[in-house]
């Protein structure tokens, strides 16, 4: 019967071949260009969303060509939701993987920008799930969450051309600590790494949260890690292994931007330096009195104004920079601000970093 549909149909074949040809040659070949400035995004907390705002159907407004994927997840087996973005254009490209923050999950509205950066410049964007909202074990860097990333990039790798040497990684809070996590456990795959106002140790941010027992994020350490972590119990160790604190040593030879507000009151700005402390140069380090004196007063000591460099990413829409340093491939910044993640700067830089041949070094982190 196949053959003699076949021998039916055959002279339709050199019409197709035609077909197929034409749909070929109507892909365009990517083409690179020069970034600038999205002048009509600032920060997160001045976008028109809030951080717990999710919606598909305003993804798809704002977004047409996303599309709602799942992802069979190599560590369970279980189907994983994320929002995916490419082209139809021919050639390789960066891949942005952007981590929705501690109270949200996959359609966070205040990830768009990020998706419109990728369309505009022609990159690939995922938006993994990752197992959700901090409050249950199989979230807040789990090994299945960190799974769920790595498996999110394979995925791009699979449906999209991605350049391996521009793959990044990106998140606020809750994303951040996460990214940290997943550069300090997989830093063969990073080309960079941007993290605002990190967590980088759940133990001693869960000590620091009891001064504002309100919070649901106290409840939310207790459930995923399995009790309250003080010292010396299961629940602290398994905080650890979550946390940056742990893994981040094993990041050094990728680039890092590290950013945190002197006025955050929700992660104390000595996480994002403490994270910084451990990939920089011992010279470079900012002392623990430096650090003590931000996070009381709230501003920047005397003695750390006399040696801040220029962080050239930051425009006029963007927190004012009261202090910055480079050391080796590591960035910091302390911005005049709360608990925030500015658009521009992170994506600026990211455009210019590119995946190192050299495999960086491991260790354990130090507090």
Known sequence: MIRSLLKRY?????????LL???????????????????????SKKYPSKFADESLDRWKQQVPDIQDVKIKSTADGTMQPALFYTSNTIGKRPLLVMLHSWSSEYLQLVSVPFA???????????HPNYRGKFDNPEAMASDLAIQDIVDAVNYAKQNAEIDESRIYIMGSSGG??????????????????????????????????QNYPHRDYNRHVVAACGGEPLPGTPAAEECKRRSPSMYLPNAKGVPVFLAGGTEDVLVPVSHTIRAFNVLAAPADTISKEHMDYLDQEQQLPEELASTSAEFKYFGGSDPE??????????????????HDMAYNPGLLWLNEQRKKSTAPATGTAKN
């Open 10 to 18: 055959t002279y339709l074949l050199p019409a197709l071949l035609v």
């Open 21 to 43: 040809t034409l749909f070929s040659s109507c892909r365009k070949e990517r083409q690179e260009k020069d970034v600038k400035r999205m002048n009509e995004y600032s920060t």
């Open 116 to 126: 419109k950066w990728a369309i505009k410049y022609d990159w690939a964007f995922i």
């Open 176 to 209: 951040a600590m996460t990214a940290l996590v997943a550069a300090g456990k997989h830093p063969e795959i990073w080309a960079g790494v941007v993290a605002w106002v990190p967590v980088y140790d759940l133990v001693d941010w869960y000590a620091f949260s």
């Open 321 to 338: 920079v009261v202090f910055a340093r480079q050391s080796g491939d590591v960035r910091l910044v302390l911005f005049k601000g709360v």
